[in-house]
């Protein structure tokens, strides 16, 4: 790949040699010098970060990067600036020799800076060694809107930020072939299909576990109107990391599409942090709307980011607003840059649990780069009972804030668990395809205190597991010791390729449920697939890319696009809201980039 001028490269290049080159050119070789040493016996400051997280790989990208420390020790203008005798601006401005200061790398991308949890993929198990995968649902879709923004502005995201559950549970599936399972406000889907990633010599099957809340569809009308009262506290950072224009302004305006959707019988409060915590609207009605939009329209980012306070204010303006038998949720909307005042970050989680309990929820909301805590917000949303999503256009604002608002907000089932016993005498070995960070031990399924996720009125959620037919070839050899399988009692259980069973608890129950029904191993081609089975496919085979997987052979980008596209054509109704075109080209584009690298 060849190298990006600099700033610096660019501004000798667009200016002429004038009578006063040579003198600068010594000056700043001197600078040069001076500064080189101080900046050896000096540390670079690092921002402050929550002791808990650990940076991500840096993003692969279509130009050179470096660290922020790294393009300071190399800039000899910005060296200049920092020391003792700065050279006036006039002057910064005249063009140096090239020959006299060796070229370095571009500034770093602010990116440099977000954090990412670190999820290994899930391993490849031996049926015989372990035959249960359990996890929680995950319907935060975060690391989608994340993903797309880094592929829009022209570079590949790092491979910690794409979680693949969230990629494909950002649509919106309808699963026609849906049973619904006893009381349950859920119907299940289930299809094993063969897996479009195979080696030759391989004979993979891909089960699809879906699950879609029966209530109206997030985008129906009449589901946003007869969901229950709604108390919801906005909690805005209005920090000085949040004044670029992807932050507070587009959450401004995502809080304005919000209020439009509230009732007279919702109230609103508006909670700022920065140094220092206020209210600056106390609990008002939804009709009241010049009101509310007056207040988040005087919104200003200054200051550090106090956010352990603000947290605690917004908790006792959501008490004092309490609906019973109502939505209560805080809205925190953010970069996620917690600097000051949190002392300790479990004490935190602790309160965000301890709420929840007292059926206040949690829902984070980020926006911009450079200081993304994606980690902390995907952690607080998972431990309020709410959902993390990621803003990076207005138009995202409107699906989550307008289109999604039941989904969003009305949850009609609680702590919703899945857990898959293989048959080991139909399948030898097995994967669960992401929810890296959502898999529980075996026991938690029947343990009620253990928190999961939740589902929204219409809203859809896909789990995938790519499984090896017994007798097949998969990545562990045959022992020769091996282990007696279960013996078959039935003809039937010969057909069945596992168990699977659902444990959910109803939206102000402490109680759960349990539903169940067995997965038939008879499988079919992708192409003989349901349409919302087609696209999970094209959009898992594209998170894995992403992620580098290891299980997905020469997988290209290119085949997410042709699969995706296919389905889309055979059923246009499927893509409503367009956003399954707008993964089409997403695909194209990355495939672009992936060969520029």
């Known amino acids: 790949m060849s190298s990006v001028p600099s700033t610096y490269s660019l501004r000798v290049l667009n200016h002429h040699l004038t009578k006063h080159t040579l003198l600068l050119a010594i000056v700043a070789s001197v600078g040069l010098t001076a500064c080189s040493s101080q900046q050896a016996s000096k540390p670079v400051a690092k921002p402050s970060k929550s002791t808990m997280m650990k940076k991500s790989r840096r993003p692969a990208t279509l130009s050179n990067t470096s660290s922020a420390s790294d393009m300071n020790s190399a800039d000899p203008f910005l060296m200049l600036r920092g020391s003792a005798s700065p050279l006036p601006s006039s002057d910064l401005q005249s063009p140096v020799l090239p020959s006299m200061v060796r070229p370095e790398p571009i500034s770093a991308e602010p990116e440099a800076n977000d954090n990412y949890q670190k999820n290994d993929a899930n391993p490849v198990h031996r049926t015989t060694d372990m035959a249960v995968s359990t996890l929680s649902i995950d319907t935060d879709t975060g690391s989608y809107a994340n993903v797309r923004r880094y ?85 805005v950072d209005v920090s000085g990391s949040m004044s670029s224009r992807d932050k507070l302004p587009l959450a401004q305006s995502s809080l304005k599409l919000l209020t439009e959707q509230m009732r007279a019988k919702d109230s609103i409060s508006i909670v700022t942090y920065s140094g220092r915590t206020s209210v600056a609207l106390p609990a008002t009605n939804g009709d009241q709307k010049a009101k509310i939009l007056a207040a988040i329209e005087g919104l200003n980012a200054s200051g550090s980011t106090n956010g352990e306070d603000a947290l605690k204010l917004a908790y006792r303006q959501a008490e004092q607003a309490m609906k019973k038998n109502g939505i209560n949720r805080i809205m925190m909307l953010t970069d996620g840059d917690f600097n000051v005042g949190i002392s300790d970050v479990d004490d935190m989680l602790d309160l965000v649990k301890s709420n929840r309990e007292r059926g206040i929820s949690l829902s984070t909301v980020g926006f911009g780069r450079g200081n993304l805590n994606d980690h902390m917000m995907e952690q607080m949303a998972d431990n309020g009972n709410g959902n993390y999503s990621y803003i990076d256009s207005l138009t995202e604002a409107k699906k989550v804030f307008g289109d999604e608002l039941a989904a969003t907000f009305n949850t009609v089932a609680k702590d919703v668990k899945v857990q898959i016993e293989f048959n080991p005498d139909v399948v030898s070995e097995w994967r669960l395809i992401g929810y890296e960070n959502r898999v529980l031990n075996e026991q938690d399924f029947n343990n009620d205190k253990v928190d999961a996720g939740e589902l929204g009125a219409g809203k859809a959620v896909i789990a995938l597991f790519e499984v090896t037919p017994k007798g097949q070839k998969g990545l562990y050899s045959d022992r020769r010791y091996a282990d007696a399988s279960a013996k078959v009692s039935s003809k039937q259980q010969a057909n069945e390729l596992g168990y699977l069973k659902i444990r959910y608890k109803a939206p102000t129950g402490s109680s759960s449920k349990l539903v169940s029904q067995p997965i038939n191993s008879s499988s079919h081609t992708l192409d003989k697939a349901t349409i919302d089975t087609q696209f999970a496919m094209a959009v898992a085979g594209f998170g894995q890319r992403l992620s580098q997987s290891d299980h997905i052979n020469n997988w290209q980008y290119s085949d997410s696009t042709k699969i995706a596209k296919s389905s889309v054509a055979k059923q246009p109704s499927s893509d409503t809201d367009g956003t399954r075109r707008n993964f089409v080209t997403l695909t194209e584009l990355t495939g672009a980039l992936d060969n520029q690298k």
């Open 151 to 235: 592929l829009n502005e022209g570079q590949l995201p790092p491979v910690n930020a794409v979680r693949v559950e969230e990629l494909i549970n950002y649509f919106n599936y309808q699963f026609d072939d849906g049973k619904r399972l006893g009381n349950a406000p859920f119907v299940v889907a289930t299809e094993v299909v063969d897996s479009p990633w195979d080696r030759a010599d391989q004979d993979n099957k891909i089960v699809k576990v879906g699950i879609k809340a029966v209530d109206n569809s997030w985008s129906n009308k009449s589901a946003k109107q007869s969901m229950p009262p709604a108390n919801l506290v906005f909690l």
